[in-house]
């Protein structure tokens, strides 16, 4: 078998899958069969595996922002004047870590909770889609996180154990989130393993020195809004009020602990900046007037690309029509949550999706004028192309990702509506890239014959 019909028999799995993914949950199809007329209710499966005990699940709908689905917008301000300057960053991050916490216990489906720096401002923007009572939502983000310290009691049954019943055997102790100064992540000395190091303050360290002397072998939980975080066993009593904390951590899992235990430790008062609520009928609207502009934009690029470029403009089109399905699939999979901006996005990038697709064929034009024969031009068509194809779309590629900022840079954009549309433009130009020149090669070195081909004067 060819590399070309490998590539085409791997390109026509990939599309039957992505579309699959991409269908809508449900549709239904009106039939026309001898006579009879009827609709048929197609139905998409979601991924639902058991293989070996570990359970595969994954929703393949489509998930809509706050501007398309409705909800609530909250603005808050953190108060960091009682903050020392370098613990403000991370009392932010402790701050919108626990807000987003409770946002997910509240039942919030894809909630968008991020911090924005600007200047002496520290702000945290929560986005809130399909909730039906922002005073809620707000209480809920607002109230002060509690963290606190209890010893665990006399085990319960082992045929009466049960999450509450478990939980239920730590008594709390005088010692809580007030007297923790801070938390860190440090490596161990001998294995270099990451462990999270835990500092009091005076009053702290004297309550906790009562408590690791009497508890020795005894399990100290460490509880978050009556949730626990950890529960450490005490091996030795720790007088100085630096303990550390050691369990097979990844150095993720460690920095993770270690913010939450700062949300405790390094308590941020919040206020309401902006609050407004976005109906779910404007967001629609404009959906709809998105989707419109998004067809014809789609039906005019189809249409130029063959009446310019005949044949070779028609498998351009079904480049561009594979491109679409992996796009929509490829949101899916990786739950995109697609916003307004996020559609402009995807629409911009439709437009681009057929950039490489006219260079090339530029190029084989050219070098069927002079005279090469087709498979030669073909060659020649895509291998010189390809650096023009490369340079534009990289420098797309690196604005995208000055738009995402997916390190959250302090001094570039921290929007999540911009974020939505830096997304999908940087889906949609690495996408574009596959289905322009490797789709739009292999189709056209399967179904094309030279003297198919214009070339043009």
């Not at 139905?43 to 809509?64: A, E, Y």
């Not at 360290?205 to 508890?215: G, M, R, V």
């Not at 340079?391 to 509506?417: H, R, W, Y």
């Amino acid at each position: 078998m060819s590399s070309s019909l490998k590539r085409y028999g791997f390109i026509l799995l990939l599309v039957v899958v992505s579309l699959l993914i991409a269908l809508p949950q449900k549709f239904t199809i009106p039939y026309h069969l001898f006579g009879n007329e009827g609709l048929v209710q197609f139905v998409r499966p979601d991924l639902n595996l058991n293989i070996g005990g570990v359970k595969l699940q994954k929703s393949f709908d489509l998930k809509s922002g706050l501007d398309i689905q409705g909800g609530t917008q909250i603005i808050l301000e953190a108060d960091m004047s009682s903050i020392p300057e370098e613990d403000r960053v991370d009392a932010l991050e402790s701050t919108r870590q626990v807000i987003l916490r409770r946002v997910d216990l509240y039942g919030v489906n894809e909630p968008v909770v991020q911090s924005s720096i600007t200047q002496d401002d520290y702000r945290i923007i929560v986005e809130l889609a399909g909730v039906d009572d922002p005073e809620e939502a707000l209480q809920l983000i607002g109230t002060t996180a509690q963290l606190d310290f209890r010893l665990q009691g006399e085990p319960t049954p082992e045929s009466t154990v049960s999450a509450r019943a478990f939980l239920s055997t730590f008594k709390e102790t005088p010692l809580n989130g007030k007297d923790l100064k801070r938390s860190s992540v440090q490596f161990d000395q001998q294995s270099n393993a990451p462990v999270v190091t835990l500092e009091f303050n005076d009053e702290g360290a004297e309550k906790f020195a009562e408590i690791t002397k009497a508890n020795v072998n005894n399990v100290l939980g460490i509880f978050l809004d009556n949730v626990p975080l950890m529960l450490p066993r005490i091996n030795v009593p720790i007088l100085d009020g630096r303990a550390i904390i050691t369990g097979g951590f990844t150095v993720d899992e460690a920095k993770n602990l270690s913010i939450q235990l700062n949300a405790g430790a390094l308590p941020v008062s919040v206020h309401v900046l902006q609050q407004q609520t976005i109906g779910a009928s404007l967001g629609q609207s404009s959906v709809q007037k998105s989707v419109v502009a998004g067809l014809l934009g789609l039906g005019l690029v189809m249409l130029f690309m063959v009446l310019l470029y005949g044949w070779k403009g028609f498998i351009a089109d079904i480049a561009l029509i594979i491109y679409a399905i992996l796009t929509i699939a490829l949101y899916k999979l990786m739950n995109v949550t697609l916003t307004l901006p996020g559609i402009a996005g995807l629409v911009l990038s439709i437009g681009m999706a057929v950039d490489a697709n006219i260079l090339i064929f530029e190029r084989m034009k050219e070098e069927l004028r002079a005279g090469k024969p087709f498979e030669l031009a073909m060659k020649l068509g895509f291998g010189r192309a390809w650096d023009s194809i490369k340079d534009a779309n990289i420098t797309t590629i690196f604005t995208s990702l000055v738009l995402i900022n997916p390190f959250n840079f302090p001094f570039l954009n921290s929007s999540g509506l911009v974020r939505g549309f830096g997304l999908t433009l940087f889906i949609g130009v690495v996408l574009s890239l596959f289905t322009g020149v490797v789709v739009s090669r292999t189709l056209m070195r399967i179904f094309l014959k030279p003297y198919e081909i214009p070339t043009g004067r």
